[in-house]
């Protein structure tokens, strides 16, 4: 059974940083592509980044970019989402998929991540 636990949540300060995990377990890391997306109140859920390919190819979504940054570890199958100068806007439930095909169709139950000004 494929699972996806995040973890690494909390509050932080504009300007602080927070370092997001995801757990995968009944699948391989390098199989999937991978990706980190997240739900502000009354807003749709919006992709963040994404890992995929036996390199660890990424890509972020412009309203991050340079600011987060995504990142495997193989061995733990884990996917990390290290987030820097966190601005308010990025207040939201944070949310690990995986996919092997066009859509991503396993998801993480999700983290909160609070900006306080």
């Known amino acids: 059974q494929v699972q996806l636990v995040e973890s690494g949540g909390g509050l932080v300060q504009a300007g602080g940083s927070l370092r997001l995990s995801c757990a995968a377990s009944?699948?391989?890391?390098?199989?999937?592509?991978m990706g980190w997306f997240r739900q502000a109140p009354g807003k749709e859920r919006e992709f963040v980044a994404s890992?995929?390919?036996?390199?660890?190819?990424?890509y972020h979504a412009d309203s991050v970019k340079g600011r987060f940054t995504i990142s495997r570890d193989n061995a733990k199958n884990t996917v990390y989402l290290q987030m820097n100068s966190l601005k308010p806007e990025d207040t939201a439930v944070y949310y690990c998929a995986a996919r092997k095909t066009s859509r991503y169709d396993v998801w993480g139950q999700g983290t909160q991540v609070t900006v306080s000004s």
């Open positions: 009944g699948l391989t890391l390098s199989s999937y592509a």
């Open positions: 890992i995929f390919g036996s390199g660890g190819s990424t």
